[in-house]
């Protein structure tokens, strides 16, 4: 099982990126998924992140800037704008599903956004 992140790049204070994330392999059924990500010199910390069949949840940071989007039962995007320089660091992607013999928590390799001023 894997979670393929993409979509980070370079932009400057103000713009939008779109982040997505796509899980692979043998799942059964994934019960929640989010976005996490880890600024220089801070814990990794949660963005946004959905359980199945309820709304999404932000941190107080990013909302009404961020809108995360579950695309599919295996993938999710998450729609950035009016990005500022703290919202640089490595974006991760999360899950937590269930296998047909077990569940996890399975992480993707993150992708890395920087925001300039």
């Known amino acids: 099982v894997q979670l393929q992140a993409s979509g980070g790049g370079l932009v400057q204070a103000g713009g939008s990126l779109r982040l997505s994330c796509a899980a692979s392999?043998?799942?059964?059924?994934?019960?929640?998924m989010g976005w996490y990500r880890q600024s220089p010199g801070k814990e990794r910390e949660l963005v946004a992140d959905?359980?199945?069949?309820?709304?999404p949840t932000y941190a107080e940071s990013v909302k009404g800037r961020f809108i995360f989007s579950r695309d599919s039962a295996r993938s999710t995007t998450l729609q950035m704008s009016n990005l500022k320089t703290e919202d640089t660091g490595i974006y991760y992607c999360?899950?937590?599903?269930?296998?047909?013999?077990?569940?996890?928590?399975?992480w993707g390799q993150g992708t890395l956004v920087t925001v300039s001023s």
């Open positions: 999360n899950a937590d599903l269930w296998t047909t013999a077990d569940s996890n928590t399975v």
């Open positions: 392999g043998s799942i059964f059924s994934i019960d929640r």
């Open positions: 959905m359980f199945s069949g309820a709304s």
